[in-house]
């Protein structure tokens, strides 16, 4: 179906996240622990459908990864939907993630979704971000 680009520091939440990933009927998904080695990856690879990636990560946390792939010439053009996973308790209020979101759009975050989540709120968010029923 889809090629995810998982993009997160935790190894226990990144097979978390694969397993629910798989469960969707995802084609194959692509781990990397932080937003240096997902911009790598994105360079080699033009079959990535979609960016799952946390927010808070060291060296290279999410924001400065879309920041990054926004500014990058071979993958500027590229539609490339991010969702974006974190714990970060201040976004589980819907009128601050509200006003998140607003800002986050021009860097190609579609959807932020608080850990912890869902199988059906990972669907929710790549149906959005892809704009195909998965």
Do not use: Y
Not at 9 to 30: F, P, T, Y
Not at 35 to 55: F, M, P, T, Y
Not at 88 to 105: G, I
């Amino acid at each position: 179906m889809f090629t995810i680009l998982l993009v997160e520091d935790s190894s226990a939440i990144r097979a978390i996240v694969r397993q629910q990933l798989l469960g969707l009927k995802m084609k194959e998904v692509v781990m990397t622990a932080n937003g240096e080695e997902a911009l790598n990856v994105l360079k080699k690879r033009d079959d990535i459908d979609a960016v799952i990636s946390d927010w808070h990560m060291e060296p290279m946390d999410g924001l400065s990864f879309c920041t990054a792939v926004q500014k990058n010439p071979r993958l500027k053009g590229r539609q490339l939907p991010v969702i974006f996973i974190t714990a970060d308790p201040k976004l589980a209020d819907e009128d601050t993630r509200d006003k998140v979101m607003e800002s986050a759009r021009r860097l190609g975050i579609v959807d932020i979704v608080t850990k912890p989540f869902t199988q059906e709120g990972l669907r929710t968010a790549l149906s959005k971000g892809l704009g195909f029923q998965v």
